[in-house]
């Protein structure tokens, strides 16, 4: 948990007065929300303006005084700071356990600077060996992607809440894909997945993060993409 904390606090000497910021999900992500509300309140930092990546974000930035704002009004925000449930060397993740991968990698893309915070646990040599790819899928005819899933070399699941089918912010469903050994793979993966209809994003996140930054219990080291 104080691996998780220092990293997000390192992330908001990204931050600076006047920014647009994205304001990621999860719970390392959480902490960030949390050091920046108190940086608004002592005035350490001032004009700052939010844009959630799910409405989980959205609820903690309002209860935390972090003002709001969208896409539409400022579409390219000055840095989104956010969580990862695997980073690998050159700086791809993989995103989406906690649900919110398609409003995350919208904000993500279009904004000037990606910095992602997580703890050494995230640190992977090769994709998908921690963890599931999430991919997020339209309801209509769901498990009709199940055996195209299986044909691309992973064991998929319907993810669940309860007893009922999880549901994200957008009104769909996620895929957890289980790649034994990991992905061969990433971009030729995504490319395959993103070309079925009905497949509407994947957790993988490609050349789009700039820096992360990684807590352990002594402190925080940096990985920037070159
Ligand atoms: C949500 C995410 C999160 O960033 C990811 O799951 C990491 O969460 P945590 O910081 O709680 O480990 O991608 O969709």
Known sequence: MEA??????????????????????????DHFLIALGEALATGKLADIRGVPTSTQSERRATELGIPLTTLAECPAPDVTVDGTDEVSRDLDLIKGLGGALLREKIVAQNSRRLVIVADGSKCVDRLGTHGPLPVEVAPFAHETHESFFRKLGCAPTLRRDGGAVFVTDNGNYIYDCHFAGGIDDPAALDRALRARAGIVETGLFLRLADLALIGDETGVRTIERE
């Open 4 to 29: 998780k904390r220092l990293a997000a606090v390192a992330a908001l000497g990204e931050v600076r007065d006047g920014m647009v910021v994205g304001l990621g999900t999860g719970s390392t992500a």
